[in-house]
Structure formats: structure tokens, C-alpha cells
């Protein structure tokens, strides 16, 4: 074990301290922007993960490719979302119902998290990261307090967990969201199956949509929530490789790809990166939004393992 170098400066505030020690495998650095960075360089697989926004932004399995994609033009800044990885959209997703001026998708994505732990288990590298409200949030349009504990085990496999605690003595709603941008070859090729029989709220036209029988295809921009989906979905891509997503009480899935037209708009998304990219989403949003009593916790987590 060893200390963990200079998690303790750069944009890290004083509460948001850094385990007394690290493992050989992780370290932390000033990554891109003057951002605090954790890397993991384990025997299975390597990662990095963002203090900000606690954002996985690469994961790489032993002997094979990136299975995150990371947008070009992301803007690395205090103030803003990083574009790709996995964002954390908690406690609303989209825009907020009751202050059209709130941050979309929430503002865990852009809270500096708490590193609280790093260890090994066998081949897999374990990082824990927390955050809780403060005077910012609890002025917010979600005012609750609360403690989000987020896991992330880079091993052969990707896993991610958010464990939630209302801490307040009364019940709380929120919804949820790891905005997982895959990299694909090309997203024209690209299906997604297991979302068979669910019924599509399509945000780009609105309207509700019956299920269809066959994969998902990209053939046009592509917002859907997938709402009262459960189990696996998995992801081809054209060159061979598929991924697969098991979820946890996740009870929503969203898929995602801007297209031309949308991309376009998109300061902080190249314009030609549309083809390699695409969002598969484990959420609990709109019906199957979160209700948590006082006191009560709820973990929502999912697993990508890569094949082909």
C-alpha cells in the first residue's frame, strides 16, 4: 500500500479527502483541465475515474479495446458535464419539472465526490466514492438531504453501483441514471436486443410507442425510454463484439444517439462522432422513479462484460 500522491490538491476541496493509502494498482493525478483523476491499472482490466462528477471515463479489460466512449470536445471544466464515460444523472433526469433553470440531468454530474476507499479483491480493483448534500444542494430543486455511495470494480468486467440513503424522516422521490456512452464501430450496424416487448416513450417526437419485436436499429436520431424494462440487453456492434449489460433494479432503460442534425447542436460533441458512439442507459426515471422512506437506502448497479 501507499499514500495516494496528489488526490489532496488541485481542485479537491478540503472535505473531500483521499484514503490514507492506495493500492500499487490505483493512483491519483491531475488530469485533463487541472481535474483530479483516479487511475486503475489492475491485472484484469484499467479504468479512470473523474472526481468530478465521480465519472468512469475509460475502461479497457485485459488484452482488449475501450469499451467507454469520450467525446473530443468534452469540456473538462468545474462547471460543466463531462460529454462520455458514465455521468451520474441523479436526483432528476432531463430537465427539471418544477425549475426550467436547474442543471439537466441533475447535479451529481457536476459535484466533486468524495474518494473514501480503494482496495483489491483478488483480479478486481475496487474504488468507493461519496457524496452528500450540502448548503448548494439542499438550495437546489431536490432540497433533501442524502448520502450516495458509488462503486466502481474494474476487473475483466466493468461494475458500477449507486446505493442511495434518504436521510431525511420523511420519504423522498428522485430518479436516476449512469448515462453509459458505449464506443462502437458503427452505430448504422449497431443493434441492441432484450428491450423486446417494452413499450418507447420516443423523446424526439413525444409520443408513446408500441413494442416492437426485433432489436433496436439506428437509422435517425434516437432518444427512447425504455420504461419497465428489466434483465440483460446486450449491444452488437458490426466489427463482431458484443456487450452485455446486466442491471439491478434498474427499472428503465434509455438508448441514445444524436445523429447528424443533433450532434451539430452540441458544443461539447464533434460533429462527425455520432457513428462511433451510443448510449445504453440503467435508470429508474419517470414512472419507475425511486421512493425511498426515511432512513431507507436503494442500490441500483450494473455489470458490462465484453465479448467478440
Known sequence: MRKPGNCNTGVMSPTHSAPATLPASVHCEEGTGGLTVVRVAGRAGSAEVYLHGAQVTGFTPAGGDPLLFLSEASRFEAAAAIRGGVPICFPWFGANA????????????????????????????????????????????????????????????????????NL???????????????????????????????????????????????????????????????????????????????????????????WTD???????????????????ETANVRRDQVHLDAGQSHTMSVVFDVSG
Open 98 to 165: 418544477t425549475d426550467p433553470a436547474a442543471p439537466s440531468h441533475g447535479f451529481a454530474r457536476l459535484s466533486e465526490w468524495e474518494f473514501v476507499d480503494a482496495h483489491e479483491t483478488g483480479d478486481d480493483v475496487v474504488l468507493v466514492l461519496r457524496l452528500t448534500d450540502t448548503a448548494a444542494t439542499r438550495a437546489s430543486a431536490w432540497p433533501h438531504r442524502f448520502e450516495a455511495v458509488y462503486t466502481v470494480t474494474v476487473g475483466a468486467r466493468l461494475t458500477l453501483a449507486l446505493r442511495v440513503t
Open 168 to 258: 431525511e424522516t420523511d420519504a423522498v422521490t428522485f430518479e436516476e441514471a449512469l448515462h453509459t456512452y458505449l464506443r462502437v464501430s458503427e452505430v448504422r450496424g449497431t443493434t441492441v436486443s432484450g428491450l423486446q416487448g417494452t413499450p418507447i416513450l420516443n423523446q424526439v417526437t413525444g409520443l408513446t410507442e408500441p413494442a416492437e419485436s426485433t432489436p433496436v436499429r439506428f437509422t435517425a436520431e434516437t432518444d427512447r425510454l425504455y420504461l419497465g424494462s428489466r434483465g440483460s440487453a446486450t449491444v452488437t456492434d458490426p466489427d463482431g463484439r458484443m456487450i452485455t449489460i446486466e442491471a439491478d433494479r434498474s427499472d428503465s432503460t434509455v438508448v441514445w444517439n444524436p
Open 262 to 280: 443533433k450532434a451539430s447542436t452540441l458544443a461539447d460533441f464533434g460533429d462527425d462522432e455520432w457513428p462511433g458512439m451510443v448510449c445504453v
